[in-house]
Nanobody, 121 residues
Framework: QVQLVESGGGLVQAGGSLRLSCAASGRTFSNYAINWFRQAPGKEREFVAGINRNGIITYYADSVKGRFTISRDNPKNTVYLQMNSLKPEDTAVYYC??????????????WGQGTQVTVSS
């Protein structure tokens, strides 16, 4: 079993940056791809970025390409989401999730509790 805990959210002005972390417990972290999703009030949850087990392959939603970077440190059981040039429309609760494969088309096996990101204009 894998437990995921997100951190790093907060309030930032448009154009600013935040780095989210997803810390995992369990010895099988490196067996899972990690995907980030987000959900804004009144909207459906959407895929943001994903990274495969060894960190070589990454995927991004078109809305964040060129602004967000996903990375992972398997010895530290942590995945990061560096978010630059933030926009008000990036405001949402961000969740990390462990899945067999990276990408938004695969149902995750485990979810974190989420961290709030608020971007002011």
């Amino acid at each position: 079993q894998v437990q995921l805990v997100e951190s790093g959210g907060g309030l930032v002005q448009a154009g600013g940056s935040l780095r989210l972390s997803c810390a995992a417990s369990g010895r099988t972290f490196s067996n899972y791809a990690i995907n980030w999703f987000r959900q804004a009030p009144g909207k459906e949850r959407e895929f943001v970025a994903g990274i495969n087990r060894n960190g070589i392959i990454t995927y991004y939603a078109d809305s964040v390409k060129g602004r967000f970077t996903i990375s992972r440190d398997n010895p530290k059981n942590t995945v990061y989401l560096q978010m630059n040039s933030l926009k008000p429309e990036d405001t949402a609760v961000y969740y990390c999730a462990a899945a067999r494969f990276a990408g938004g088309n695969f149902a995750p096996d485990y979810w974190g509790q989420g961290t709030q990101v608020t971007v002011s204009s």
